[in-house]
């Protein structure tokens, strides 16, 4: 149940690779660290341009200098939080806490939603500054195809933070329906303290009732009852 709610395998268990990279949300999250590379690295590349008649370097979306520095600051951020979280993916099955599990899912949620956000206000400001840059800045056309792709890069990180936000919400509510979240949850197979019902044998003998002598599994056997059951003999 955990681990098909939370991740792959169950809390404590092995990191498992092949499991790991098979994991939707583990695949959005190298996807979306593809497209920051290719974000702040377009930018700082090619992103500013140089004027004979200038000395100083000038950003080549509108000369806007905020511009450029709000792609390469996101675009590096968002890097290193796919790293952070790619991190947690592989650590994930090794959390053994409902708490922390439960935690880890919903900052989950949080930060996926909060760049999905970032990268839009990103890729409205670019675009717009690239759509009132003047021609004569660059009559070259210098860097135009790496500011291009910076601006397409952005909006497709938008549904790359997007997806992942509404995967880890689905693995909330997998999570919540199943009991996982509960302050009260226990493994069966870890609980070594839970009793173990009398079980009644019938008797091939002249007993009139039909009974046989009572005994206790031993306690290291599965019980699949939280509480004692005890048959009854008709």
């Known amino acids: 149940m955990e681990g098909g709610a939370y991740g792959a395998g169950k809390a404590g268990g092995a990191f498992d690779p092949y499991t790991l990279v098979r994991q939707p949300h583990t695949i959005l999250r190298v996807v979306s660290w593809v497209f920051s590379i290719v974000v702040f690295g377009s ?39 796919c790293l952070l979280y790619l991190a947690l993916d592989a650590y994930f099955p090794q959390i053994s806490s409902v708490k922390d599990r439960k935690k880890a899912v919903l900052s989950d ?14 890729f409205c400001f670019l675009a717009n500054q690239w759509q009132v840059s003047k021609p004569k800045d660059n009559p070259l056309n210098e860097g135009t195809d790496a500011a291009r792709a910076a601006i397409a890069f952005s909006f497709f990180s938008i549904f790359t933070w997007a997806g992942q936000a509404v995967l880890a919400f689905q693995r909330y509510q997998i999570g919540a ?58």
Do not use: K
Not at 56 to 63: G, P, T, V, W
Not at 109 to 122: E, K, L, T
């Open 109 to 122: 949620i949080g930060v996926s939603a909060f760049w999905a956000f970032f990268w839009f206000v990103g």
């Open 177 to 234: 329906d199943s009991a996982l979240f509960s302050q009260d949850y226990m493994d069966p197979s870890q609980d070594s303290s839970m009793p173990y019902a009398p079980y009644v044998e019938p008797s091939a003998g002249s007993d009139p009732a039909g009974m046989g002598g009572t005994y206790q599994h031993p306690a290291n056997a599965f019980d699949a009852e939280p509480q004692g059951y005890q048959s009854q003999g008709y």
């Open 43 to 81: 930018i700082v590349n090619e992103g500013y341009l140089n004027n004979p008649e200038e000395e100083e370097e000038f950003c080549i979306y509108n000369r806007n200098p905020n511009a450029c520095s709000y792609g390469v600051t996101v675009g590096v951020l968002a890097f290193l939080t």
